[in-house]
């Protein structure tokens, strides 16, 4: 059974940093991408940020670019998303998931296992 689990939220100061970490129990995680998302209340979900199989590709999405960066260790299978510099409208429930292929995407079509969640807060 696929497990995604985050970790890593909590209540943070603007301007202040979080680091969320995702462990999977994947079989296939070293052929897959994998990708953050977050979701605000009265929001649809969005993409944050993914990784491709090996860490050398990564796509981030414009507002986050620069602030956070995204990494992941096979031999651990685990996924990290270091978040700097925070600010009110980061605050979400934020994703972590398995991507279908080994690729990044941006898209959320492209995903098909997903974490429950963690919460991150910015106090502004």
């Known amino acids: 059974q ?12 603007a ?6 970490s995702c462990a999977a129990s994947l079989r296939t ?5 994998m990708g953050w ?5 009265g929001k649809e979900r969005e993409f944050v940020a993914s990784v491709s199989w090996n860490g050398g590709t990564t796509y981030y999405r414009d507002s986050v670019k620069g602030r956070f960066t995204m990494s992941r260790d096979n031999a651990k ?9 925070l600010n009110a409208e980061d605050t979400a429930v934020y994703y972590c998931a398995s991507g279908r292929g080994m690729w990044p995407s941006t898209s959320l079509s ?3 296992f ?8 910015v106090s502004s």
């Open 15 to 20: 301007g202040g940093s979080l680091r969320l």
């Open 37 to 41: 998302f977050r979701q605000a209340p």
């Open 77 to 85: 299978k685990m996924v990290y998303l270091q978040m700097n510099s």
């Open 110 to 112: 492209e995903y098909d």
């Open 114 to 121: 997903w974490g429950q969640g963690t919460q991150v807060t």
């Open 29 to 33: 995680f070293g052929a897959s991408a």
């Open 2 to 13: 696929v497990q995604l689990v985050e970790s890593g939220g909590g209540l943070v100061q």
